[in-house]
């Protein structure tokens, strides 16, 4: 075993260190600033079980011999700037169950014998410049679990059966031209070529027929502007409906967010979604300059005139303290005439959940990791605002996305659920409050929060964002986001805790948590009283958490009985002591 890992190493690769055939377990140069080429001699390593090579700057091609290395099961090559074909010699790792190739530069088409791995268990090609069609060979992967597929330049059909029939095993965004697929990845159907036989049977019709629709046409074109016309001015005052949700500020222009946010500049970039990005602005409101968080859309994303028009309806609704308040949008062009859509909302200082939980070398150092009672009171919070959404809104609405990105903390740490471009506004408030999930835009959520009966096409319910609910929380204290390398091979992250429960759960707490605890007790008494009330809370949250997250929808508590057990929890924590 050799680890190198996350230091500041630079120059090329070490080639002594492939030479050393013995390695039989694993070598580690992950996350240095190693540059140049992957040696051929890597292929020497022929006893290795693990090579984690990612995070680096190495580029060129990925050479033959690392085929050589037959005894491989995790290989990791990820976060470089590898800018060639992938070698279609890589099949021959017949052992090989994990493989990382994403965030570089590789191009060309997938080769189809990647497809006879058939140990291959993950593999991640996110974000790369590959191009052509998705090989069919990938069904035949039957361990294949994860696909990450996702912002490449891939066409055609999306393949039906493996690793492709589940949504939340299959990545594909970015790729815009793809077709066909199961029904769930509401892809546009394929076109089908057999135009040469229809062409030599229309050739006569066609003789008759073209003149005739010339007439039309023209006649039709002259229907469609006015009908254009009538719509374009339904939908601007519908859409002037939804954006003045409040009528203390009027709606904005393209002008004044371009300057607002200096040309959309980079450096107030907050965050990025799926459909757009959040960028912090200072507007002209009410007589004072104001800092306001605006979300972008991109609208070559597909989806997102929809998300749009979804966060509109849905915040529309909306007045709760726990939920992100909308203040006005814009719908408008941008300098060259292209389409523009944009919501403005409350600027919330603190960031996102995400950013506290998972600090890091970036993070200012005015953050600090979050105390026991501000857990508890955002978890309390957040518990409010679905409840309210599930509860208090006719009809109700299902957020359908909840994750700590999107829960937003203001000045004094009080939690704001936000983001509801995927939100569904419920047609009725029936007892199971399910509707088709087909009618939707493709999965509701996000790998990890999102309910299991999602990626299976199940019903979209208030179910789901229980069960989204319960893996927050699980988060919120442990710290263990549901997405980390440890839970793979069927561990999740309530499986996990379900293991520790109850009597191991300090083994899972967030140890950020307790040091933050013990740093505040000022005696050893107050330690050991500080720690007996974190294991009093891990008790009933990992509780509260594993019953909002069952597998089966009917099984988990609702959310206005999880709502007020969670406030009894803090209360006792907090009031109490």
């Known amino acids: ?105 590789l191009s060309g088409v997938i080769p189809q014998e990647l497809g006879l791995m058939d140990g291959l268990k993950e593999f991640y090609l996110s974000h790369n410049n590959l191009s052509g069609s998705i090989t069919e060979s990938f069904e035949n992967m039957t361990l294949l679990d994860k696909l990450d597929l996702s912002f490449n330049h891939l066409d055609g059909k999306v393949p039906l059966h493996g690793v492709f029939s589940n949504v939340t095993r299959f990545l594909f965004d970015g790729n815009l031209a793809l077709c066909g697929g199961i029904p769930e990845l509401h892809l546009p159907p394929c076109l089908q070529n057999s135009m040469e036989h229809r062409k030599r049977k229309l050739v006569p019709i066609l003789k008759v027929i073209v003149p005739i629709a010339g007439i039309l046409f023209c006649f039709s074109l002259v229907l469609i502007f006015i009908s254009l016309k009538k719509k374009q001015k339904a939908q601007s005052t519908s859409l002037a409906e939804f954006c003045m949700m409040d009528e203390r500020y009027p709606r904005v222009s393209y002008d004044e967010l371009l300057q607002g946010t200096n040309g959309f500049n980079p450096n107030n970039l907050i965050g990025k979604g799926r459909y757009g990005s959040v960028y912090k602005c200072s507007l002209p409101l009410k007589n004072m300059i104001t800092t306001v968080a605006v979300k972008v859309f991109d609208l070559q994303q597909s989806g997102s005139s929809k998300s749009f028009i979804s966060e509109c309806e849905a915040l529309n609704k909306i007045r709760h303290r726990n939920l992100i308040s909308i203040i006005t949008c814009c719908s408008s062009c941008d300098s060259t005439q292209n389409d523009f859509k944009a919501l403005v909302f409350e600027f919330m200082p603190n960031g996102s959940l995400h950013r506290w939980l998972h600090l890091d070398e970036h993070t200012s150092q005015q953050w600090h990791g979050l105390t026991l009672t501000q857990r508890l009171n955002i978890a309390v919070d957040v518990a409010d605002a679905l409840e309210y959404l599930h509860n208090s809104c006719e009809p109700p609405i ?12 203001d000045q004094d740490l009080v939690a704001h659920v936000g983001d509801f471009g995927l939100a569904k506004i419920l047609p009725n408030p029936a007892s199971e409050q399910q509707v088709d999930s087909n009618s939707t835009m493709g999965i509701r959520g996000t790998i990890g929060y999102v309910a299991p009966e999602y990626g299976e096409g199940g019903q979209i319910s208030t179910c789901g964002d229980v069960y989204s609910f319960g893996i927050v929380l699980l988060e919120l204290f442990t710290g263990l986001t549901p997405t980390e390398d440890m839970f793979r091979d069927g561990l999740t992250l309530q499986k996990h805790a379900e293991n520790v ?32 009330d974190i294991n009093k809370v891990m008790l009933s949250i990992t509780k509260l958490a594993l019953s909002c997250s069952k597998h089966a929808p009917t099984e988990r508590i609702n959310m206005r009985d999880a709502a007020a057990e969670m406030h009894r929890i803090r209360d006792t924590i907090v009031y109490d002591n």
Do not use: W
Request: charged content about 10%; proline content about 7%.
């Open 398 to 409: 299902v957020h359908c996305d909840l994750k700590p990105s999107n829960i937003l903390l």
């Open 1 to 105: 075993m050799a680890t190198f890992n996350n230091n500041k190493f630079t120059g090329p690769l070490p080639i002594h260190l492939f030479n050393l055939s013995s390695l039989s377990v694993l070598l580690n140069l992950a996350y240095n600033n190693f540059v140049g080429p992957l040696p051929p001699e890597v292929g020497s390593l022929t006893k290795l079980a693990y090579l984690y090579i990612a995070g680096n700057n190495l580029v060129g091609s990925l050479p033959d011999a690392i085929s050589n290395c037959q005894s491989l099961i995790d290989l990791r090559l990820d976060t470089n700037s590898f800018n060639s074909s992938i070698p279609a010699s890589i099949s021959k790792m017949k052992g090989l169950a994990i493989l990382t190739l994403d965030n570089n530069a």
């Open 501 to 532: 429960f109850p009597g191991m759960l300090m083994n899972i707490i967030d140890p950020i948590l307790v040091s933050d605890e013990e740093g505040h007790a000022c005696t050893s008494q107050g330690v050991k009283n500080a720690m007996g």
